[in-house]
């Protein structure tokens, strides 16, 4: 196991609101030639540039939203005015954000999804920039030499958005407050949040990058515990569950010291996953039967690793505490990711 990529154990941000606004076309001139000996010159007033756009751009170099955070603003250059001479204003650098892959981002005043950057080096244009402006050149016609008008630049759009990210781990953990998950991450990630005996300890999801045998690792992610009746709000409700989503399976984590009809948990967590979305509850899980280390639960231990292995689920007892188990657990989990 090697630790590594400090900040994926941070606590986790994947929402952030940002304001854009791209840069105004510049306006068109109105000028005329001075020429010697030519008391009165055409007109040569050239057109303004166009504004710079607002870019978003996924990269692979950044895993959350936590810079946007501190900048909330972002403006691309006004294009240039027009000049004399038939010169034209220059463009207005486009202003490019970079966002994680796997971002969304959605206008805030509407809801509407604007774009899913669900692959690496996609660009979109967020916010368009403003026309430049015609100078006055361009409005001369047979009947109209001496054209005074020319057109103002246009403006920049301007947009509330929002980003989500969903986290993108391969493997989440979930199961009841308190059962273990927290410890569970790490023992085995470079991740560290915080254990403790009480519920609700996790309250925002953490992600970890494991090293076992396998040099590709995976990531994975511990999320707030779930309670009967979150899909209908209780406890913190089921929203960390978008996390799991595009995960590829599941750590399911059952505390045999609970309760004594820890199966009973079982069926209650997999039904929420189930009433959240149904693809949930299809997903692949492997069962982590926790704190094996307390000899009072031997023989619930026993009778519920028997239930579960005759309905043909796969279960691996581990000890956070000790570490017993996580070896078995852990590969395969890399068997289920990488050979499966
Ligand atoms: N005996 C024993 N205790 C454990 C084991 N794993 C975790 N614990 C204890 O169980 C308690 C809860 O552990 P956490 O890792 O915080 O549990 P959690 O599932 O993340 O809890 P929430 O964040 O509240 O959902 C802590 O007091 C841990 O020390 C284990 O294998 N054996
Ligand atoms: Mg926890």
Do not use: W
Request: glycine fraction near 14%; hydrophobic fraction near 35%.
């Amino acid at each position: 196991m090697r630790k590594e990529g400090f900040f994926y154990g941070m606590k986790f941000i994947d929402t952030a609101e940002i304001f854009v606004k791209a840069g105004n076309g510049g306006n068109g001139c109105v000028s005329f030639r001075r020429e010697k000996y030519v008391p009165k010159g055409g007109p040569d007033g050239g057109d303004g540039g166009n504004g710079g756009s607002i870019i978003v751009r996924s990269t692979t170099r950044l895993s959350t939203l936590v810079d946007f955070r501190y900048v909330r603003h972002y403006r691309a250059k006004n294009g240039e005015h027009g000049k004399g001479k038939n010169k034209y204003g220059s463009t207005g650098e486009d202003a490019v954000i970079d966002v994680p892959v796997g971002t969304q981002i959605y206008d805030t005043g509407t809801g509407e999804m604007l774009s899913d950057l669900s692959e690496a080096g996609r660009r979109i244009v967020i916010a368009k920039g403003g026309k430049g402006g015609k100078g006055n050149t361009r409005f001369v016609s047979s009947t109209h030499q001496v054209p005074f008008e020319s057109e103002a630049g246009g403006t920049g759009e301007q947009r509330h958005i929002r980003l989500e990210l969903k986290l993108l781990a391969d493997v989440g953990i979930v199961g009841f407050p308190n059962v273990g998950k927290s410890s569970l991450i790490r023992r085995i990630s470079n991740a560290h949040p915080k254990v403790a005996d009480y519920s609700f300890t996790t309250i925002s999801p953490v992600l970890g990058i494991v090293r076992h045998r396998d040099d590709r690792g995976f990531v994975i992610v511990d999320i707030p515990g779930l309670i009967e009746g979150a899909h209908t709000g209780k406890g913190l409700g089921d929203q960390f569950l978008k996390h799991i989503e595009r995960t590829r399976l599941i750590v399911h984590m059952v505390d045999v010291t609970r309760s004594h009809r820890p199966y009973d948990d079982y069926e209650i967590i997999n039904n929420e996953l189930r009433s959240y979305a149904t693809a949930l509850g299809k997903k692949d899980q492997v069962v982590a039967v926790n704190k094996i280390d307390v000899p009072a639960v031997k023989d619930g231990l026993q009778g519920f690793i028997g239930t579960l292995k005759k309905k043909g689920v796969d279960v691996y007892p581990i000890s956070c505490m000790t570490g017993e188990g996580i070896n078995a657990l852990l590969d395969e989990i890399e068997k289920r990711l990488y050979k499966g």
